[in-house]
Nanobody, 123 residues
């Protein structure tokens, strides 16, 4: 499966951004999808994940209550709605997929990656 992330940009603190991750392939509904982010000089970290059926979602503590992950399997798409953004959310955001219902919290657990989209939050 191939992933294409989009939606990043420059936003002021307190603002919102919606990221999209669109996949190619007809079996996208069989893949769990995660969002990760990587700030300059830091390791890539888990942000959120969603199971193939879209029912169960998981979040890093740092984004819980501010970010929402969702998916539309009919459109082969996963979204990350990010609200109440702070400068600490500035990073390149990546979507990733892994086959099956299991959720991974480590980048090593995902086989397929999008190219990343930059989100910059100004203070």
């Amino acid at each position: 499966v191939q992933l294409q992330a989009s939606g990043g940009g420059l936003v002021q603190a307190g603002g919102s951004v919606r990221l999209s991750c669109v996949a190619s392939g007809r079996t996208f509904s069989s893949y769990a999808v995660g969002w990760f982010r990587q700030a300059p000089g830091k390791e890539r970290e888990f942000v959120a994940a969603i199971r193939p059926n879209g029912v169960s979602t998981y979040y890093a503590d740092s984004v819980k209550g501010r970010f929402t992950i969702s998916r539309d399997n009919a459109k082969n798409a996963v979204y990350l709605q990010m609200n109440s953004l702070t400068p600490e959310d500035t990073a390149v955001y990546y979507c990733a997929a892994r086959y099956g219902i299991g959720i991974g919290y480590s980048p090593r657990e995902y086989n397929y990656w999008g190219q990343g989209t930059l989100v910059t939050v100004s203070s």
